[in-house]
């Protein structure tokens, strides 16, 4: 049976629309109004964040507020270390997708020799990079950091000197890198990217499973050929954004996108996944009440994740 802890990350400075911090509180609601326990069963830890950086003037505009990205991931990072390394499983309820890979950091920070699998489940690629950003937003960001990926073949942008150092001391914290290989990235209903993310999905020929491809195989089958494509990963993290959901669901997220996956195929996955002893963090990111009606994104997030942890609790 898995120690599990609860790492509330309430940061939203790396989205470009505002509410995701709400996100983390949304789910505890959610858990309330269906009367249950779940939260207080699990130690929990709330990484402080740089939230009042959105009251600031942007310093660097292909990398929004990159100074407090910067922090949050050395927090996280650590905290994710410490959670390992003291025999817990971390689970991560983050407010936008870039801490996600302060999350990566923190597993190979805490375990140096691994070789780890990402499952990315996500409408969006996340492999810009400073060169390449649209919009600056460094939740477009956490795969490229961990690919240790600048893309500057695909680049449109110069960066200033100093955001060019924070972004290469991203790439490196841990003094690791890259943490993943590009090889070892698998993308779940993926559906929403630029040229310069699909420049590097071809480069690496990274594997996406498409909504369809679930919808016609079914959970059993794409957990089992995930397994499969991993069976030289020594560890796997789950990743889950709440925008790979269909749009037509909930608009309780920042970038909602049709044509994703329906409530149930999310948590046949994911609960499909936690069985695999390989899985060692699991986190779910970017649900946004101030866009939402009745709390649903979160109430939909609370089952998945109240399904997938007592998986994890039984294996």
């Not at 691994?114 to 937003?137: E, F, M, R």
């Not at 020594?234 to 996108?257: A, E, H, M, R």
């Not at 948590?267 to 649900?287: G, P, W």
Request: hydrophobic share 35%.
């Amino acid at each position: 049976m898995k120690n599990i802890k609860i790492i509330e990350v309430p940061s939203e400075i790396g989205a470009g629309t505002r509410g995701a911090s709400l996100g983390v509180e949304a789910i505890k609601i959610a858990a309330l109004d269906f009367m249950s326990n779940f939260f207080i069963h699990f130690p929990c830890e709330k990484i402080p964040v740089e939230n009042k950086l959105l009251y600031e003037p942007i310093e660097s505009p292909y990398a929004k507020r990159i100074k407090g990205v910067v922090s949050m991931y050395e927090k996280v990072s650590k905290s994710i270390h410490d959670t390992i390394k003291s025999n817990f499983f971390p689970v991560v309820l983050s407010g936008d997708h870039s801490i996600a890979g302060a999350t990566i950091a923190g597993i190979k920070m805490a375990k140096p020799n691994s070789k780890l699998g990402v499952i990315w489940i996500d409408a969006h690629a996340d492999l810009h990079t400073p060169y390449t950003t649209p919009s600056g937003n460094m939740h477009g960001m956490p795969l490229s950091a961990s690919i240790n990926e600048d893309n500057k073949e695909c680049g449109v942008h110069e960066l200033d000197n100093d955001t060019a150092k924070q972004w290469n001391y991203l790439k490196n914290l841990g003094k690791i890198s890259p943490k993943v290989l590009p090889e070892d990235v698998v993308f779940i209903s993926l559906r929403d990217f630029e040229k310069e993310e699909k420049h590097l999905i071809d480069k690496y020929s990274m594997k996406v499973i498409t909504t369809k491809e679930v919808r016609n195989k079914g959970a059993e089958n794409i957990v089992r050929s995930i397994t499969r494509y991993f069976s030289d990963c020594t560890d796997i993290y789950v990743s889950f954004d709440v925008d790979s959901l269909d749009s037509t669901l909930t608009k309780g997220t920042g970038t909602p996108v049709s044509n994703g996956l329906r409530e149930r195929e999310a948590e046949d996955i994911i609960s499909k996944l936690m069985q695999n002893r390989k899985v060692c963090c699991f986190e779910i990111t970017e649900v946004n009440p101030t866009l939402d009606k009745e709390n649903l994104m979160a109430e939909i997030a609370f089952n998945i994740l109240q399904r997938s942890v007592n998986v994890l609790m039984m294996s």
